[in-house]
C-alpha cells in the first residue's frame, strides 16, 4: 500500500457568525472532501504538544510522526535544510532576518520589503566585512552568512551553542531593540552532544551580539541602502538572528517505517521542506507553486500523482488557506478549500482509482488559522483516511463537527503517522 498526506495549511476554523454559525469547511463547497470522509475512516488530531507553539513546523513534524521533544531544534536548521546548506554536527544554524530599525526601535521584520537579489549583495557585504575579520581573529570559520530568500537568511555559527534566548522579530514591531538583544540560558546542557571546544551559552550571546551591533554600522554604508537613504525608503539596516538549533537527529522516515522505501515532499514553504529533507523525503520543485491562492494546484496534483508512480509516501503542502487566514479574508479562505478540493485532492484521487496499486490517503491541516482571529489556533483538527475497500464509518462529511463522531475518535499527535502507516 502507497501513502500520501494531503495537507491545507491553517484549513480548519472556529464557527463564523456571517456564515451562519459554520465553520468554513462546514460552510465551503467541497463535494470530494465530502465523499472520501464519508467512503472512509475520519477522527480528529491533537497536533500541537504541550508546551510548544502552534507553528506550522510544529504541527507538521508532529504529523510526520516525530516526537517533538527529541526532535525539535527550531527554524535555523529547517530553513538551512530548505536552502541547501548541510549542516555540519557543531553548527548552531540560526534564522536570520535582515530588519529596519529606526529610532532605537524594530520597525519592520522584513527589511523593508528587500528582494533576494539585493540581500544577496548585503550577505556577501556581510561575510566580507563582518565575518572575516571575526574568523580571522578566532582563527576559524566561526562565522558564516548564507543568503535565503528575500528577507529570510541562515546565520551559522560553528561550536555555537543553542541555549541562548532570542526575539523572533515579527513579534516585536515598534518596540525597543535593545532590551531584546540575545541572552545566554545557561540552565540548560547539551547532553554531552557539544564538543570541548564549543563556545558556552554567554559565549554564544556575546558573539551574536557583537554581530547584530556591528551590522547596524556597516549595514548602512553599503550603496543598496544609501540609494534608499536617499530616496526617504525603509533600509535594511541590521541582522536578527533567532530561532537557532543543532542539526536534528531525526531518522528517516523509511528508517522509521519499512513499509515506506522512497518518498517525495511537495511544498511552497522553507520549513515544509527542511522537514522533508531531514525525514528523508525528495523536494520536488513545481513552476508557479506560491504558497498562496494563486498557487498552482493542476502542478502540485500533477507532481503528486508523479510522485506516487515511484515512490510509497508523498506529503503535499498547501500553504494558500493559512494565508488566507492570517489576512482575515473570509471569501479568499473559503475558495482556497474549494480550490484544494476540485483542483488538487480530485485529480489525485482519480488517478488513484486507475492506479493498479493500492493508494491509502489521508487529508487534514495542521492547526486552525481562524479568518476572525487571524494567528494559529492549536486546537484538535479533522482528519479523514480513505483507501479502496476500506470500511466506512458514520460520518458523511469532513469538518470540524462532522469528525467529532469518527471512529478514530481523537488521536495524540504521532498517533497519527502510526494509524495511517498500519494500513497496509
Ligand atoms: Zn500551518
Redesign the pocket.
Known sequence: MKHIIILG??MADLPVERLGGKTLLQYAAKPMMDQLAKEGRCGRLITVPEGFPP??EV??TAILGYDLNKVYEGRGPLEAASIGYEMADDDLALRCNIINLQDGKIITHNGGNLETEDARLLIDYLNETLAKPINERQGCERVKFITGIQYRHLLVIKGGNKHITCAPPHDHPNEEWRPLLVKPDSRKDDGGRRKDDALTPEETAELLNELILKSQELLPKHPYNQAKAAKGERQANSIWPWSGGYRPSMETLMQQYPDIKSGTVISAVDLIRGIGHYAGLKIVEVEGATGLADTNYEGKAQAAIEALEHDDFVFVHV?AS?EAGHDGDLELKLKTIEYLDQRLIKPIYEHILKMNEPVCLAVL???L?PVEMRI?VGQPVPFLIWHKGIVADEVQQYDEVSCVSGSYGILKLQEFMHEFMKIQ
Open positions: 495549511d491553517g507553528g506550522s504541527a507538521n500553504e493559512d491541516p495542521d492547526h488559522t494559529h
